[in-house]
């Protein structure tokens, strides 16, 4: 007879956490720093648009601060190109067991970072629009 060894099986194969941490890195970026950013863009927008032209149909009212709208664009679309390479990789992560808990919390964050920015923009703008007399 054989031996019993080759018929248990065989335990996972645990590989490192780095594609776990890479992708929370890339979600942290997109969800924390890029918002950040956009925050205190969106807060010098708020203070130095002229309120009085600024309507939903007409934008007219952002032509003194259209540098600081490009900026806070360029923040927001980077963010989004990190916050889905964060997600895809940490679903890759969750799959592969490859920093399983590294990649669960980078999917939450990667899925909370449109929220986290959108709020952190559409405050600090107000704060800015607040600063005006």
Do not use: H, K, Y
């Amino acid at each position: 007879m054989g031996s019993v060894s080759a018929l248990a099986p065989t335990p996972p194969r645990t590989q490192g956490s780095r594609l776990g941490v890479l992708a929370f890195v890339l979600a942290a970026v997109a969800a924390l720093l890029t918002s950040a950013v956009a925050g205190v863009l969106a807060f010098q927008i708020g203070s130095g648009a002229d309120l009085d032209l600024l309507t939903e149909s007409n934008l007219r009212g952002l032509t003194p601060v259209r540098d600081l709208v490009v900026w806070a664009e360029v923040a927001f679309w980077l963010g989004t190109l990190l916050g889905i390479a964060g997600i895809i990789l940490a679903i890759i992560a969750i799959v592969r067991r490859s920093g399983r808990g590294w990649g669960t919390g980078a999917l939450v964050l990667g899925i909370a970072g449109p929220v986290i920015f959108g709020g952190i923009c559409t405050l600090l703008f107000m704060f800015g629009a607040s600063t005006q007399t």
